[in-house]
Nanobody
């Protein structure tokens, strides 16, 4: 079993920054992918950024150049630095860990960007 605990959401004005963090525990394994997804009101969940245990990264187009994902494999943590936030970034952000064909999810953390 894998547990994911997120922190760092909140309310920020447009143009501001937030940093999300996620700590993983349990049967994590050495080969996995960690990342962040979000679900905005009335929309489907979408990928924001992912990073493999080998360092490969991928970002949703609208966040490229503004968001940066990082991870500490020794501490089993993944973070998302979000800069130049826009109102359209408002959503519940979910930490994700994928391994061996399974997806594990955190409880979600609210990010609200005011205009």
């Amino acid at each position: 079993q894998v547990q994911l605990v997120e922190s760092g959401g909140g309310l920020v004005q447009a143009g501001g920054s937030l940093r999300l963090s996620c700590a993983a525990s349990g049967n994590i394994g050495s080969i996995n992918r960690m990342g962040w997804y979000r679900r905005a009101p009335g929309k489907q969940r979408e990928l924001v950024a992912i990073m493999s245990s080998g360092g490969y990264t991928d970002y949703e187009d609208s966040v490229k150049g503004r968001f940066t994902i990082s991870r500490d494999n020794a501490k089993n943590t993944v973070s998302l630095q979000m800069n130049s936030l826009k109102p359209e970034d408002t959503a519940v952000y979910y930490c994700n860990l994928a391994k061996s064909g399974y997806d594990y999810w955190g409880q979600g953390t609210q990010v609200t960007v005011s205009s």
